[in-house]
């Protein structure tokens, strides 16, 4: 007979395969990362099952970071392969997020649970405006400085550690805004995913590592049963979605997907 511990990991574990399969077509049909379902879904799922209401919010953001690792790497891979990387570019910036990624760690934990909260809601709601009236980076010619990409870089890290994501939706506008192509600015973000990933894994690990709040099966505030899960089965849907792509009115589906968005918000605001 299985313990209530045991149950719970196994129970959670079954949960993110799920949450993790329509992430994975998610990312692959929208050019997303998973994070910005991935971390209301967890919030609701920790809850349900009684973990401490003060690490709740951190731990669903750490767990999300922690699932873009093996996405990102597959994601950078693909590209590299299509000659879409501009490696100068990545490299320019990926000292400053990783920077920004380790500050924006130490301030979630700074911060209440609440405003973590808050600040999510905020995010989810301007990336669902930004699907449902279909508003896409603009092309800019600005010649971007080291000094710029650094400072950016910051911002990136920053707030891509603070709400869980890999930072494509802040990194694709940035770089498009230079003097580079979209597929460029795509491939950019997915490999400054990596660093972000990475270092918010390690940041949040070592962050919670003597939280005595932390259930069973923790890596500091990394909840591993949901890193697993999803890890597992969003490595093999994304590219299902993104062949879908393809073929289904991405448009159409993009207002739908920001009502997702709206609709998750507004749970987190109201819990």
């Known amino acids: 007979m299985m313990d209530i511990v045991e149950i719970t990991v196994v129970n959670i574990f079954l949960a993110c395969v799920l949450l993790g399969t329509v992430t994975g077509i998610l990312a692959g049909l929208f050019g997303i990362g998973g994070g910005l379902v991935i971390v209301p879904v967890l919030v609701m799922l920790f809850t349900s099952y009684g973990f401490p209401t003060e690490i709740v919010m951190i731990m669903a953001v750490a767990s999300s970071l922690a699932t873009i690792i093996l996405t990102a790497v597959s994601s950078v891979i693909a590209h590299h392969r299509l000659g879409s990387v501009v490696w100068a570019k990545v490299f320019s910036m990926t000292p400053a997020i990783m920077l920004g990624t380790a500050a924006g760690?130490?301030?979630?934990?700074?911060?209440?649970a609440d405003a973590?909260?808050?600040?999510?809601?905020?995010?989810?709601?301007?990336?669902?405006i930004q699907m449902a009236l279909q508003i896409k980076p603009k092309a800019g010619d600005v010649k971007q400085s080291k000094l710029l990409d650094a400072c950016a870089g910051v911002v990136i890290g920053t707030v891509s550690a603070i709400v869980g994501i890999g930072g494509g939706t802040l990194t694709v506008p940035y770089v498009v805004h230079g003097q580079l192509l979209m597929r460029q600015a795509v491939a950019i973000a997915s490999a400054c995913g990596l660093p972000i990933?990475?270092?918010?894994?390690?940041?949040?690990?070592?962050?919670?590592w003597h939280d005595a709040r932390l259930p069973a099966w923790s890596f500091g505030y990394v909840y591993l049963p949901a890193f697993f899960g999803v890890s597992v089965s969003s490595i093999f849907t994304a590219p299902i979605g993104a062949k879908l792509a393809h073929r289904l009115p991405a448009a159409t589906l993009k207002r739908y997907f920001s009502v997702l968005l709206f609709i998750m918000a507004a749970k987190l605001l109201w819990h």
């Open 197 to 208: 990933a990475i270092v918010g894994t390690i940041s949040y690990g070592l962050l919670g």
């Open 105 to 112: 760690a130490v301030l979630a934990k700074q911060i209440s």
């Open 116 to 128: 973590l909260r808050l600040i999510l809601v905020v995010f989810l709601l301007y990336v669902g």
